[in-house]
């Protein structure tokens, strides 16, 4: 991890795109606690609106699709397409910049890695612990995991290549999970208990699952799925840099692109069900195609149309992210946004102070990182 202060751009350096760091600060807003918006303003207005909103503010109990299982998905998906800007094939590189990227990419999986098991509190009995009550599968691991085998393929890869493995993960899960039974598990079984990833998790995960489940939702068999969704990303960003001067022929694409993916999602879903915790071919396809469409509405807003102002809202958050997550599970914000500002929400109308406590722990993290955005410190891993 380091502290950094952005540098001019090099002549052959692609210039930063807001609508990204935007969009992957949309991204994070949500998991600040903005996600209980809805609900609080249900609770204000009885409005029908804010409750349906609410539920897709949850994640989904099995199969299906929710907005807020886009969260992690898109994250992934907005790594990809920083690769697919910025990367270029490693014979592009000299023998010392090769060595000095693949160290790179080697320390950031393993920072990530372990950022995980802290973000998971390690050691849930505390330490010295057992081995066995270690949760080594994590959220910040599998975007880890997807990022740098995504980066392997573009660097080693050609475009086809890179392609032709996307189309074979999918298809291949799909009949992995579909037809292949060891010790019980799998054939056509996606249940909880049931499905062929609880067989791989119980068997080759070391450590504990999430909840001491059969199944951890970040476990060692969906990691294969997650990295299409950074491929994906690879692709749209390699694409948007090549027709960037062709706004209208881009975003219609983009468009297409994108509704195509979600259709094809929902379809497969039919005989394979959407389900994040499986992290399933059609989930991906879905994801994918939600993540594209917000992309291009954010690039479209702000890149091309020049709305800018409200983006810095959000790019406040997106760059630095990786402070965002880790706050969320080490920092007590609740406790810290109500010591400030609890008095005035106490003497508010009852009514209104659900919302003004999330609003009161929107606020103090956001100005957090808004003292660091101005201050130009961004924390990367």
């Known amino acids: 991890m380091n502290i950094s ?35 609080a303003l249900f609770t204000l207005t009885g409005w029908s609106f804010f409750q349906v909103a609410a539920k897709q503010m949850l994640h989904s109990q099995w199969h299906g699709f929710t907005a807020y299982d886009l969260i992690f998905p898109l994250f ?54 057992s081995f066995d009550d270690i949760r080594f599968a994590s959220v910040l691991g599998r975007i880890g995991i997807a990022w740098y085998i995504a980066m392997l393929l573009v660097w080693y890869t050609s475009n086809k290549v890179q392609w032709l493995v996307a189309t074979i993960i999918l298809l291949g899960y799909w ?15 996606f249940s909880s208990a049931g499905a062929l990833n609880v067989w791989f998790d119980q068997t080759l995960l070391p450590g504990a699952t999430y909840r001491s489940e059969p199944l951890d939702p970040e476990g060692l068999l969906s990691n294969l799925t997650s990295i299409v969704n950074a491929l994906a990303g690879v692709f749209v960003g390699r694409y948007l840099i090549l027709y960037r001067q062709q706004e209208k022929l881009l975003i219609g694409r983009f468009l297409a692109v994108s509704v195509i993916l979600i259709l094809a999602g929902y379809l497969w879903g039919e ?28 690039y479209w807003l702000i890149d091309v149309i020049k709305l800018q102002q409200w983006a810095t809202f959000f790019a406040v958050i997106g760059t630095n992210s990786i402070i965002v997550y880790l706050g969320t599970s080490l920092i007590n914000w609740q406790y810290t946004s109500e010591s400030l500002m609890g008095a005035f929400i106490d003497v508010s109308p009852v009514a209104w102070h659900e919302l003004l406590k999330i609003l009161a722990l929107l606020s103090v993290q956001w100005l957090i990182l808004a003292w660091l955005y101005h201050r130009k410190i961004f924390i990367k891993v």
Not at 14 to 29: E, N, V, Y
Not at 109 to 125: D, F, K, S
Not at 175 to 189: K, N, Q
Request: hydrophobic share 50%; aromatic share 12%.
């Open 5 to 39: 202060k952005p540098q001019e751009p090099l002549v052959n350096k692609p210039a930063r795109i807001l609508s990204i760091d935007a969009l992957r600060g949309f991204d994070m807003f949500w998991i600040l606690g903005a996600e209980g918006l809805f609900a």
């Open 76 to 129: 992934i998906f907005l790594s990809g397409v920083s690769i697919g800007i910025a990367a270029k094939p490693i014979s592009s590189y000299s023998k010392i910049q090769i060595r000095q990227k693949h160290l790179h990419a080697f320390k950031r999986v393993a920072l990530l890695l372990a950022l995980g098991v802290i973000y998971n509190h390690g050691w849930g009995v505390g330490i010295p612990a």
């Open 175 to 189: 009949m992995l999970l579909s037809y292949v039974s060891i010790g019980g598990y799998g054939a056509g079984d």
């Open 271 to 298: 005989i394979f069900p959407i389900n994040k915790s499986l992290w399933t071919s059609s989930f991906v396809l879905v994801t994918c195609g939600y993540s594209l469409l917000l992309l291009t509405l954010f």
